[in-house]
């Protein structure tokens, strides 16, 4: 009976943490988990290991812009009234070749845009404006207006000075990025190494997506959800199924995912009930527990601990407390295992669309419909934001967060937000 009590006691006195200090103790345990190579066909998305210099200047030759004459802009000088003066064309240049011959006073070489401009010249001249005859086997080109040196000639190192820091590390590579790296001759990339991480969901009345539904059950909608933002955080996500509420079980389950996996996520069981297993579990001595409680609503208690050096992140098995807490634990994690420099969401400020009075004793994440008016961020808290509401989620660009203080707030007040990645929902 007094063993029963000790272990309520445990279960009920929780220490809240404040986020931020919640966030720092489990980010001290997320490090870059190392580097891999990867074909360039298949670095999108990926973070950039290595910095990138740039191994020549680009453009690596002076390029002509037009298609037209190379020559020498002191030459243009003598027209006058409308007189041209007549080059002799002694080369042909086509892009991708090199010139055969040097451009020395009165004479000129036809070239095509992208090609390397002949030593000698110091101007390109675009067809257009050019006339052209032909006398004793010879060509000409004519010009009727005196030309500025460096016109139409991009120089070697315009866009980078060799050994130029093009791309740092860390950098999430995007299509620019891809260009670089091709530019540069990088058919594979060195890239970080993939979080690999488990995620699990507890509870007796979970069926499986494609299961018809049953009386008193749901189907878990969590682990999917989870999957995808494991991957958009940029981590391999492998879900291990759901678990019925037994310690035994969860606790056999756990361990083999912290022995196999990088991260290991669950939802549900974390709350006071009869049935919440991942708290009871997290209790036990063999491991340290970070927290077990958050000064956060939803998801007040989402509890992490790290076993073998391993974070296991519990998070609140109703909907909406799960995905915010994918996004204020998970997802920084998973960005530092990654080696990127900013892993939290980035904060805005936004003017909220409708009142919001909602009153908590903790700082709330409400989620939040963005949208952009006259160049300002207008936020618009969901209708229904409980914990245990899953359907809004789905409209949700940003978190607004709401501190305790915060009471009534009206239409057009000032707000910060978290914004959530990818672009913003379309208004329906
Ligand atoms: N007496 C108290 N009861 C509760 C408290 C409390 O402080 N005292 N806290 C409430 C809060 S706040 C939250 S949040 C929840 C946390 O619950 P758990 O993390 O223990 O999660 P469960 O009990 O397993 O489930 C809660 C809810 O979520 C549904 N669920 C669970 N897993 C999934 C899934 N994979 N997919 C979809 N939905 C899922 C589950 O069926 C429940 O409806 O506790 C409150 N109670
Ligand atoms: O604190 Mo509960 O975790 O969502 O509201
Ligand atoms: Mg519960």
């Given at each position: 009976m007094?063993?029963?009590?000790?272990?309520?006691?445990?279960?009920?006195?929780?220490?809240?943490?404040?986020?931020?200090?919640?966030?720092?103790?489990?980010?001290?345990?997320?490090?870059?988990?190392?580097?891999e190579?990867?074909?360039l066909?298949?670095?999108?998305?990926?973070?950039?290991?290595?910095?990138?210099?740039a191994?020549?200047?680009?453009?690596?030759?002076?390029?002509?812009g037009?298609?037209?004459?190379?020559?020498?802009?002191?030459?243009?000088l003598?027209?006058?009234?409308?007189?041209?003066?007549?080059?002799?064309?002694?080369?042909?240049?086509p892009?991708?070749?090199?010139?055969?011959?040097?451009?020395?006073e009165?004479?000129?070489?036809?070239?095509?845009?992208?090609?390397?401009?002949?030593k000698?010249?110091?101007?390109?001249?675009?067809?257009?404006?050019?006339?052209?005859?032909?006398?004793d086997?010879?060509?000409?080109?004519?010009?009727?207006?005196?030309?500025?040196?460096?016109?139409?000639?991009t120089?070697?190192?315009?866009?980078?000075?060799?050994?130029e820091?093009?791309?740092?590390?860390?950098?999430?590579?995007?299509?620019?990025?891809?260009?670089?790296?091709?530019?540069?001759?990088?058919?594979?990339?060195?890239?970080q190494?993939?979080?690999?991480v488990a995620?699990?969901?507890?509870?007796?009345?979970?069926?499986e997506?494609?299961?018809?539904?049953?009386?008193?059950?749901?189907?878990?909608?969590?682990?999917?959800?989870l999957?995808?933002?494991?991957?958009?955080?940029?981590?391999?996500?492998?879900?291990?199924?759901?678990?019925?509420?037994?310690?035994?079980l969860?606790?056999?389950?756990?361990?083999?995912?912290?022995?196999?996996y990088?991260?290991?996520?669950?939802?549900?069981?974390?709350?006071?009930?009869?049935?919440?297993?991942?708290?009871?579990?997290?209790?036990?001595?063999?491991g340290?527990?970070?927290?077990?409680?958050?000064?956060?609503?939803?998801?007040?208690?989402t509890?992490?601990?790290?076993?073998?050096?391993?974070?296991?992140?519990?998070?609140?098995?109703?909907?909406?407390?799960?995905?915010?807490?994918?996004?204020?634990?998970?997802?920084?994690v998973i960005s530092?295992?990654?080696?990127t420099?900013?892993?939290?969401?980035?904060?805005?400020?936004?003017?909220?669309?409708?009142d919001?009075?909602?009153?908590?004793?903790?700082?709330?994440?409400?989620?939040a419909?963005?949208?952009?008016r006259?160049?300002?961020?207008?936020?618009?808290?969901a209708?229904?934001?409980?914990s245990?509401?899953?359907?809004?989620?789905?409209?949700?660009?940003?978190?607004?967060?709401?501190?305790p203080?915060?009471?009534?707030?009206k239409?057009?007040?000032?707000?910060?937000?978290?914004?959530?990645?990818?672009?913003?929902?379309r208004?329906?």
């Amino acid at each position: 009976m007094d063993r029963h009590r000790d272990k309520a006691d445990q279960k009920f006195q929780r220490k809240a943490l404040q986020v931020q200090e919640a966030q720092a103790r489990v980010m001290q345990y997320a490090k870059p988990l190392g580097t891999e190579e990867v074909p360039l066909s298949q670095c999108c998305g990926r973070v950039l290991a290595e910095p990138l210099r740039a191994p020549h200047p680009f453009p690596a030759f002076n390029r002509s812009g037009m298609d037209g004459y190379a020559l020498r802009a002191a030459d243009t000088l003598s027209c006058h009234a409308g007189e041209p003066v007549w080059l002799e064309v002694i080369d042909n240049i086509p892009c991708g070749a090199v010139a055969s011959a040097e451009i020395t006073e009165g004479t000129a070489a036809r070239i095509m845009t992208g090609a390397q401009v002949p030593k000698g010249a110091d101007t390109v001249v675009m067809i257009e404006i050019t006339e052209s005859r032909e006398s004793d086997g010879k060509s000409y080109v004519g010009l009727r207006k005196p030309q500025q040196a460096g016109s139409n000639i991009t120089p070697v190192g315009f866009e980078l000075q060799e050994s130029e820091l093009v791309l740092p590390a860390g950098r999430t590579i995007a299509a620019g990025d891809i260009a670089v790296l091709a530019a540069f001759g990088s058919p594979v990339v060195k890239v970080q190494r993939r979080p690999k991480v488990a995620v699990f969901a507890t509870g007796t009345e979970l069926l499986e997506v494609d299961e018809p539904l049953q009386p008193g059950k749901i189907r878990n909608s969590n682990s999917p959800m989870l999957e995808a933002l494991v991957r958009e955080a940029g981590g391999e996500a492998v879900i291990l199924g759901a678990i019925a509420d037994d310690l035994e079980l969860a606790r056999s389950r756990v361990q083999m995912a912290l022995e196999n996996y990088d991260l290991v996520i669950t939802t549900g069981g974390v709350s006071v009930g009869d049935y919440d297993i991942m708290g009871d579990l997290v209790r036990e001595k063999s491991g340290e527990m970070l927290f077990n409680k958050v000064t956060m609503r939803p998801g007040s208690v989402t509890t992490a601990a790290v076993r073998g050096g391993k974070l296991l992140l519990a998070l609140s098995g109703n909907p909406g407390a799960s995905f915010v807490g994918f996004h204020l634990f998970a997802r920084p994690v998973i960005s530092l295992m990654l080696g990127t420099e900013r892993p939290l969401l980035p904060e805005m400020s936004a003017f909220i669309g409708t009142d919001y009075n909602r009153v908590n004793n903790f700082t709330r994440f409400v989620r939040a419909r963005l949208e952009i008016r006259d160049g300002m961020l207008h936020a618009y808290p969901a209708v229904i934001d409980e914990s245990s509401v899953m359907v809004t989620i789905k409209d949700s660009d940003c978190l607004i967060v709401v501190p305790p203080e915060a009471r009534g707030l009206k239409a057009g007040d000032k707000v910060k937000v978290l914004k959530l990645p990818g672009e913003l929902r379309r208004q329906e």
